[in-house]
């Protein structure tokens, strides 16, 4: 057997054996090294194939897709820094757990350190941010068995205990093409390696008991929901609140504050009453039983922090972790989490219970719902874009959230909806690198996505659109353009007025315009909240890429925060206590 049958043979069964275990997506970039994996998706007929010229968006928007399918994606790269600059995306979806298959290029073993062209270390190079690493073997006479059986492992391994990377490094002696036409190349009968089989984590009947006793012991509890993507956890934990009594804190990526189910105890509206330290004293419950990672609030992780003490914690995680950044002690709860509700529930035997402390939270979450959704002008501002963006929303789409203040104003503005819309955002590492990128993946499925991003951030992943122009994918942007990083001004550097502009606040001064046009998108700068509303609705009827414009001023940001804030709490506190 040649080096050309023996080549062949070995990257159409890697391959074949991906798409048999459930892989349907990967994205290549171009490059001579990965020619045999890259020839050998784009011809096999169960695999879609997507073309980046850019290595860092290219696994963002692998990211993307992975995070709205909830399945591995491959990515392909040659040899050298086309693989460094996966870096991170491979953090991202390691702290955000999502499933994506790295397979980079290299040169033959004889070719590494002895100053071969493109030729760099590429052992483990992505450390501990992947749950499993091969550098596998050459391809040699009768070891397609063994790509397969390696396919299979990676696949398992991405998908096994919390969803993350995996990285198989592919030494490739040229010649580089292979021969699709030779014989036992492909899905041979019997060939395909058996896929594992899955069981979800349940507690024993004698523990459900035991945490129902504690709740029951407890006068007050709270349910809170941060980020996750179960899309039925949320029937699952409401009718969970509905019988224990008790209000449930729902991060804007729970998937908790839109969609059909009942969301009669869903507070959305609790970053803005923790926001006063007189409410947040009045409201200090007797646990809480947390789903899904850290809130995105920063009032709710402070106030956790204060009172913590006081307070029994509970954190449910399908698999063994300890996601609990707030530095206090908690039980965790290893287990399905829909699962471990639907077990709680079947024990309590009424719905709709109604207590004086749900009371107390659904009263103080509508006042505050009425104080924030206030126009008081109409002057442009990043909370009403949420308002109005969350009216205009197609339903059955997905809203991809840019982080540092959108995902901010999101937490604040964005209220609970009927509507079916898919919450994403980039929370792993919180950056703003790959943020249109991975936005743009999520539209594979045929689903309009919804992008809201910040101008620095945008003007950071510019190269991901060419993607969306490219694949005319449906992409609608909101950016928010106050000339630079509004959420430094939050922050103490605020204050140091010599440096502040050059070294935090950096205007950018882009013309959106120009940008927009370089990629075939349509863009719209808006002037009124009317304006602003026909520019989304427009957008929703066309194809490809609209990016909508709305210009605020940085300088009044944080005070327009801040009376909204103030509102609240004087509505609630001059309402009285119960």
């Known amino acids: 057997m040649g080096h050309v049958e023996s080549l062949s043979k070995y990257v159409t069964h890697f391959v074949d054996q991906l798409a048999s275990s459930g892989v349907e997506h990967v994205v290549i970039s171009p490059g001579s090294r990965s020619t045999p994996l890259a020839m050998t998706f784009a011809e096999h007929s169960e695999m879609e194939h997507w073309v980046h010229l850019d290595e860092r968006s290219a696994a963002f928007f692998a990211l993307g897709i992975a995070k709205r399918e909830q399945k591995p994606v491959a990515v392909v790269c040659t040899s050298g820094t086309a693989a460094a600059n996966y870096y991170p995306a491979i953090v991202e979806a390691y702290y955000s757990r999502v499933p994506l298959l790295i397979l980079t290029a290299d040169r033959p073993h004889e070719l590494r350190e002895v100053g071969a062209p493109q030729a760099i270390n590429q052992i483990q190079m992505f450390g501990n941010y992947v749950k499993w690493y091969q550098d596998l073997a050459l391809p040699e006479p009768g070891n397609h068995i063994y790509a397969r059986r390696q396919?299979?492992?990676?696949?398992?391994?991405?998908?096994?205990?919390?969803?993350?990377?995996?990285?198989?490094?592919?030494?490739?002696?040229?010649?580089?093409?292979?021969?699709?036409?030779?014989?036992?190349?492909?899905?041979?009968?019997?060939?395909?390696?058996?896929?594992?089989?899955?069981?979800?984590?349940?507690?024993?009947?004698?523990?459900?008991?035991?945490?129902?006793?504690?709740?029951?012991?407890?006068?007050?509890?709270?349910?809170?929901?941060?980020?996750?993507?179960?899309?039925?956890?949320?029937?699952?934990?409401?009718?969970?609140?509905?019988?224990?009594?008790?209000?449930?804190?729902?991060?804007?990526?729970?998937?908790?504050?839109?969609?059909?189910?009942?969301?009669?105890?869903?507070?959305?509206?609790?970053?803005?009453?923790?926001?006063?330290?007189?409410?947040?004293?009045?409201?200090?419950?007797?646990?809480?039983?947390?789903?899904?990672?850290?809130?995105?609030?920063?009032?709710?992780?402070?106030?956790?922090?204060?009172?913590?003490?006081?307070?029994?914690?509970?954190v449910a995680d399908e698999h063994p972790s300890h996601r609990e950044p707030a530095g206090i002690d908690a039980h965790y709860i290893w287990a399905d989490p829909v699962m471990f509700c639907e077990q709680l529930a079947d024990h309590l035997p009424e719905d709709n219970v109604e207590t004086e402390w749900l009371s107390r939270w659904q009263e103080m979450n509508n006042r505050a719902k009425a104080e924030m959704l206030v126009q008081e002008d109409e002057s442009l501002n990043e909370g009403h874009a949420v308002v109005y963006l969350a009216d205009s929303i197609p339903n059955q789409s997905n809203l991809f959230i840019g982080n540092s203040m959108p995902i901010r104003d999101v937490d604040s503005f964005f209220m609970s909806t009927p509507k079916q819309v898919r919450m994403m955002a980039n929370r792993g590492a919180n950056g703003i690198d790959g943020v249109i990128s991975a936005a743009a993946g999520t539209t594979v499925s045929g689903e309009r996505t919804t992008l809201l991003i910040g101008d620095v951030s945008f003007f950071h992943d510019m190269n991901g659109l060419w993607l969306v122009k490219h694949k005319k994918l449906p992409l609608t942007i909101v950016v928010i353009n106050n000339d630079g990083g509004g959420i430094f001004s939050y922050l103490p550097q605020s204050k140091q007025q010599d440096h502040f502009e050059e070294l935090f606040g950096t205007p950018l001064g882009l013309d959106l315009s120009a940008v927009t046009a370089l990629y075939d998108g349509r863009h719209h700068v808006v002037e009124t909240w009317d304006s602003y509303r026909h520019a989304l609705a427009e957008s929703y009827k066309k194809e490809g890429l609209s990016v909508i414009e709305v210009r605020t001023d940085r300088s009044t940001h944080v005070d327009f925060h801040k009376e909204k804030w103030a509102k609240v709490e004087a509505s609630i506190l001059s309402g009285g206590s119960k």
């Open 151 to 314: 396919a299979s492992r990676a696949v398992e391994e991405a998908k096994n205990g919390h969803m993350g990377p995996v990285h198989l490094n592919f030494p490739f002696r040229e010649p580089l093409i292979p021969d699709f036409h030779l014989e036992g190349c492909w899905r041979e009968e019997g060939v395909t390696v058996p896929r594992a089989s899955y069981g979800k984590r349940m507690l024993d009947a004698s523990v459900v008991c035991q945490y129902l006793q504690t709740f029951a012991e407890k006068d007050c509890g709270l349910i809170v929901v941060g980020p996750q993507m179960d899309p039925d956890l949320a029937e699952a934990v409401t009718r969970l609140a509905s019988r224990l009594g008790v209000p449930v804190l729902a991060d804007p990526l729970s998937q908790l504050r839109a969609g059909t189910h009942d969301k009669r105890n869903i507070m959305e509206n609790y970053d803005s009453l923790l926001k006063s330290e007189a409410l947040g004293e009045e409201v200090i419950p007797g646990y809480i039983l947390r789903f899904g990672a850290m809130p995105v609030s920063k009032a709710y992780l402070k106030w956790v922090q204060k009172f913590g003490e006081q307070v029994e914690h509970f």
